[in-house]
């Protein structure tokens, strides 16, 4: 790595503390940041190239380490999956299969699309706007619309219905 690549101290602890449980935020927390939003610093410091490329190397060894293969686990996850999906006849207490009666877990086969799209890369992207310059986006002007009356306090606007005027008839063409 390049000495600009290299991680920061702070941001090594960081990972650290992010390879425990995968929690951004508890990580923050327990790498001893401080701040009123630990969300948005944690959200800050995965968004860092530098912090994303050794967190994507540090687990990549971990799944190494751990003797599995990423593709292995994706066939799992989708055989977990399609089993979840499987109808199964519903049968009542006595053991008798009630007449066009299925059910299927769908807890279980959201939990492993939701892992599906984790281990794939497309979960959880967050995208961050800014204005060509990298500053905040500019906010449009808050609109008056007079609509050809007058508030009881002189400001123009809709009045409750027992001051409102007579509608103006539109104007001919």
Same mark, same amino acid.
Do not use: W
């Given at each position: 790595? #390049?000495?600009?690549?290299?991680?920061?101290?702070?941001?090594?602890?960081?990972?650290?503390?992010?390879?425990?449980?995968?929690?951004?935020?508890?990580?923050?927390?327990? #790498?001893?940041?401080?701040?009123?939003?630990?969300?948005?610093? %944690?959200?800050?410091?995965?968004?860092? !190239? &530098?912090?994303?490329?050794?967190?994507?190397?540090?687990?990549?060894?971990?799944? &190494?380490?751990?003797?599995?293969?990423? +593709?292995?686990?994706?066939?799992?996850?989708?055989?977990?999956?399609?089993?979840?999906?499987? %109808?199964?006849?519903?049968?009542?207490?006595?053991?008798?299969?009630?007449?066009?009666?299925?059910?299927? +877990?769908?807890?279980?086969?959201? &939990?492993?699309?939701?892992?599906?799209?984790?281990?794939?890369?497309?979960?959880? &992207?967050?995208?961050?706007?800014?204005?060509?310059?990298? @500053?905040?986006? !500019?906010?449009? !002007?808050?609109?008056?619309?007079?609509?050809?009356?007058?508030?009881? +306090?002189? @400001?123009?606007?809709?009045?409750?219905?027992?001051?409102? !005027?007579?509608?103006?008839?539109?104007? +001919?063409?």
């Amino acid at each position: 790595m #390049a000495d600009s690549m290299k991680p920061t101290a702070r941001e090594r602890r960081f990972i650290e503390e992010f390879l425990v449980d995968h929690n951004a935020t508890a990580a923050i927390i327990r #790498a001893g940041f401080q701040g009123k939003n630990p969300e948005v610093t %944690a959200s800050r410091m995965r968004a860092r !190239p &530098r912090v994303q490329q050794l967190l994507e190397k540090r687990l990549d060894d971990k799944l &190494r380490g751990s003797g599995y293969r990423l +593709d292995s686990i994706i066939e799992t996850t989708i055989e977990i999956r399609d089993r979840c999906m499987t %109808a199964v006849l519903v049968k009542d207490r006595s053991g008798k299969v009630i007449d066009g009666e299925f059910q299927f +877990d769908s807890n279980g086969a959201l &939990r492993a699309n939701e892992l599906l799209t984790l281990l794939l890369g497309a979960g959880r &992207r967050k995208v961050e706007l800014s204005s060509p310059g990298g @500053g905040p986006l !500019p906010t449009a !002007p808050t609109a008056v619309i007079n609509f050809g009356f007058e508030m009881s +306090d002189g @400001g123009p606007g809709c009045a409750p219905s027992s001051e409102a !005027p007579e509608p103006v008839p539109p104007a +001919d063409g």
